[in-house]
């Protein structure tokens, strides 16, 4: 089955100690991308990625780090969580084209509290 | 800042009836994306329409495109119980970086 896997679903932990959100997609994707989601601001892209060892910055990268070694893995680092991290994260993919967008496949969130 | 804005915040129709959510944008695009979210999960596609398409349809929905306004609609048809959800329309300006507003919470009403 085609999807976008994320762990953990829930985590709370306290200010300054270093998590890993994990990505995995199954589909072969070139393009996956981190958003996180607060109410009454949408979804804000964090970090996305164009492929192996090729990311960049969205809207809100400040405090989150990510790497791409490997086409289906794209985690999310939070070096020193503080509470204004408190969100729900969603993490996506999809097929890339050069000149030509696709519909993103969306994993189920990771709902994460810092204290 | 957020690129798509969505308009009603949130809407309440009988079954039966039909739904119409708008999205408002503020910069030229590539295309819009609508997606559903159902309570406590992920998004999920709906359908997508290039900047120079006018109007789609998929099954039930029907979206159409004015980029003279900078404004998308999203109607669904013949709601169902099961269309209860929150709507959202994703922009994105280099194929890349993606703004999505802040959604419509649809409820039907069965």
């Known amino acids: 089955e085609a999807q976008v896997t994320q762990n953990p679903r829930y985590l709370i932990t306290v200010t300054g100690k270093k998590l890993t959100v994990t990505c995995s997609q199954n589909?072969?994707?070139?393009?996956m991308s981190w958003y996180r989601q607060d109410p009454g601001l949408g979804l804000r892209q964090i970090y996305y990625?164009?492929?192996?060892?090729?990311?960049d910055k969205g809207d809100v990268p400040e405090g989150y780090k990510v790497s791409r070694k490997e086409k289906r893995n794209f985690p999310l680092i939070l070096e020193s969580p503080s509470p204004n991290q408190t969100s729900l994260y969603f993490c996506?993919?999809?097929?890339?084209?050069?000149?030509?967008?696709?519909?993103?496949?969306f994993g189920d969130g990771t709902r994460l509290s810092i204290l | 800042s957020q690129q798509g804005e969505e308009d009603p915040q949130a809407l309440s129709i009988q079954e039966g009836e039909n739904a119409t959510m708008n999205c408002s944008y503020k910069?030229?695009?590539?295309?819009l994306q609508w997606y559903r979210q159902n309570s406590g999960r992920g998004l999920v596609h709906l359908i997508l329409?290039?900047?120079?398409?006018r109007e789609k349809h998929s099954g039930r929905l029907r979206v159409t495109l004015d980029t003279s306004k900078k404004s998308s609609s999203l109607l669904i048809t013949a709601s169902r119980a099961a269309d209860t959800a929150s709507y959202f329309c994703?922009?994105?300006?280099?194929?890349?970086?993606?703004?999505f507003g802040s959604g419509t919470k649809l409820n039907v009403k069965p």
């Open positions: 996506a993919s999809s097929i890339k084209k050069t000149d030509k967008n696709q519909p993103q496949h």
């Open positions: 589909m072969n994707h070139e393009y």
């Open positions: 990625s164009m492929n192996v060892e090729a990311t």
């Open positions: 910069t030229s695009i590539n295309n």
């Open positions: 329409i290039r900047s120079n398409e």
């Open positions: 994703a922009t994105d300006r280099n194929f890349n970086k993606f703004y």
